[in-house]
């Protein structure tokens, strides 16, 4: 069974930055396609970046392209997602998993917060 931890949340000013980890323990990541999600509040779950273990090719959304930068640690097996210049609209719960369907067991989530 594999645990998903994910940590690192906050609250920041808009144009500050945080560092997100995803902790996974249970079972190696590397066969995996993983990803970072967030929901915020009213709205449906939305895609962020995600990260092909086997390649390392990376992916964002749109919306954070050029600002989000996801990384790993194969020895730690954990996924990280540095979020710079942030902004209001970007604040959510961030949770990471699967990339697709069969997913993992959801973890808890880490609240971020873009506020003045």
């Known amino acids: 069974q594999v645990q998903l931890v994910e940590s690192g949340g906050g609250l920041v000013q808009p144009g500050g930055s945080l560092r997100l980890s995803c902790a996974a323990s249970?079972?190696?990541?590397?066969?995996?396609?993983i990803g970072w999600f967030r929901q915020a509040p009213g709205k449906e779950r939305e895609f962020v970046a995600a990260?092909?273990?086997?390649?390392?090719?990376?992916y964002y959304a749109d919306s954070v392209k050029g600002r989000f930068t996801l990384s790993r640690d194969n020895a730690k097996n954990t996924v990280y997602l540095q979020m710079n210049s942030l902004k209001p609209e970007d604040t959510a719960v961030y949770y990471c998993?699967?990339?697709?369907?069969?997913?993992?067991?959801w973890g808890q989530g880490t609240q971020v917060t873009v506020s003045s």
């Open positions: 249970g079972r190696a990541l590397n066969n995996y396609f």
């Open positions: 990260i092909r273990w086997t390649g390392g090719n990376i």
């Open positions: 998993n699967r990339y697709a369907q069969p997913y993992f067991p």
